[in-house]
């Protein structure tokens, strides 16, 4: 075994241990949060967030705690649409 097949290795290790660790938190604190609806949103720092397109999708991402970033033209965004900060 050479050194390079270790790094590989390693690093492959670290990666499927980051995805479980993501999916475990996704199905313990995410979905439950998704499925109570319950209104009241605390948000997550520790997450790296997402972006996306969908306004389903945010509002999902939203509920759960996840930081998100809705990508819009502004020719697209309601007049009722609360915007925190256009970038």
Known sequence: LTFRDLLIFVTDAQHLFLEIHS???W???AQPRISSGDG???VNLEWMGAFTHDSDMCN???MAGVPVW???TMA???ANMRVH???
Do not use: A, G, Q
Request: no cysteine.
């Open 60 to 62: 999902k991402l939203h």
């Open 27 to 29: 199905v313990l604190i």
């Open 70 to 72: 809705y990508v819009r």
């Open 76 to 78: 697209y965004i309601p």
């Open 23 to 25: 999916f475990m938190d």
């Open 40 to 42: 009241t949103v605390i």
């Open 85 to 87: 900060k256009p970038v």
